[in-house]
C-alpha cells in the first residue's frame, strides 16, 4: 500500500520539523514562521504515526507469543537501547562517574525515558504488549477507556504513562478500525476529485482550532487526532500518484532510521545555526536545519548501512528469539 509509505513519510518530515524548530528557537531564543507550521501539526502529527501502526496489528496479533514479543516488542527494545546508551554516553556519563551512579542513572533510563525523541520507541514496544493483553476484552470497552484517558490529559510526570494516556487510543484505533481505513484508502484512489477539497475543509478547520486555542479543550484534540490522520491519509494518496514525491515514500519506509539518526546531524548543525543569529530569520533557519537533519540521517544511513556499523539501523540475526518470519509473513 503506497499510500501507507507516504504518510509515514509525511509524519516523520513534520517530527523532524518540530524538533529542528524548537532546537533553532532555544538556540537564536526567537520563534519564526516556522513555529506556526509547528503548531499546526501538532493535533495530528504523533496520533498519525500511532494509527499506521495500530493498522497491521491484526496481521501479527495471533502469533504465537514467542515470535510475538520478538517482532513486535524486542524490535523496538533493542533501537531503544543501542540508541539510548549512545545518549547516555554523551550526556550523563561524566557525570555519573563522578557520583558513582552510573548503572543506577543508566537502568533508570529504562523506566523513564530521557527527553527527546526516544519515548517514541519505547511506548511502541508497550503498545503492542497492551493490545495483545486486552485481545479478549471487549473493543468497544477498550476504545472507551482510552479515549477516557487521553480526555482526562493526565499529567503525572511519569513521561510513560502520560505519554500512554495520551496516544494509545490512536494507536488502538488503528487496530480497530483498520477495516474501515483501508476501505477509505481504497475509495480515495478512485474518487481523487474528492480529496481536495475534503483537505481544504480540514485545513481550515485544523487550522482555526490550533489557533483560536480549540484544540486544547477535552475531546477536541482526539477528534482533531483522528480527522487529521484521515487528512494525512487524504495527502498520502494523493502524493503516490506524483512520481517525483517518491523520495517522501523512501522516508517513510525508512522512518525510523530517520526518526533515530536525525539527532545526530541536528546537533552538527548547532554551528550554521549560531552563524546564521541576526544574518536569516529565524523560519528560514529552522526549515533548512529540518532539511539537513534529514538529509544527514539518510547519509548516515548509508554510510554505516554495509559496515560493522549498520547494527545501529539494522537487528543483528543474534537479537531474534526465533529466526525471522518469511518476508511474506512480515508486518
Known sequence: MLWVD????????????????????????????????????????MPDFFMIGGLFVARVIDRPWRRYIDSKVLYFIYFYTIWVSFRFSYTDLREAVNEGTVLTEYLRLFLAPPSGPLWFIYILALFFIAVRLVRGWRPGLV???????????????????????????????????ARHVFSLAAWSQHHLAFAPPLLAAWFVLNGWA???????????????????????MLAAVLCSR????????????????IYLGFVIPLGV???????????????????ATTIGSIAGAVLLYQAVR????????????????????PARERA
Do not use: N
Open 6 to 45: 507516504y504518510a509515514k513519510g509525511i509524519c516523520i518530515v513534520a517530527v523532524v520539523m518540530m524538533y529542528a524548530t524548537h532546537h533553532v528557537q532555544q538556540i537564536l531564543r526567537s520563534e519564526g514562521w516556522m513555529e506556526y507550521v509547528v503548531r499546526f501539526a501538532q493535533p495530528f502529527r
Open 143 to 177: 476504545l472507551a477507556l482510552s479515549a477516557g484517558l487521553h480526555v482526562a490529559d493526565l499529567h503525572t510526570g511519569v513521561t510513560l504513562f502520560d505519554k500512554f494516556s495520551q496516544y494509545f487510543i490512536f494507536f488502538y484505533g488503528g487496530h480497530l478500525l
Open 210 to 232: 490550533v489557533f483560536t486555542g480549540v484544540a486544547a479543550l477535552p475531546g477536541v484534540s482526539l477528534l482533531l487526532g483522528f480527522g487529521g490522520a484521515i487528512a494525512v
Open 242 to 257: 506524483v512520481t517525483w514525491l517518491d523520495w517522501l515514500r523512501w522516508l517513510g519506509r525508512h522512518s525510523i532510521v
Open 269 to 287: 548543525l548547532r554551528i550554521f545555526i549560531h552563524r546564521s543569529a541576526g544574518i536569516v530569520d529565524p523560519g528560514t533557519v529552522a526549515l
Open 306 to 325: 554495509r559496515t560493522p556499523l549498520r547494527f545501529l539501523f539494522a537487528r543483528p540475526a543474534w537479537t531474534h528469539l526465533s529466526p525471522p518470519a
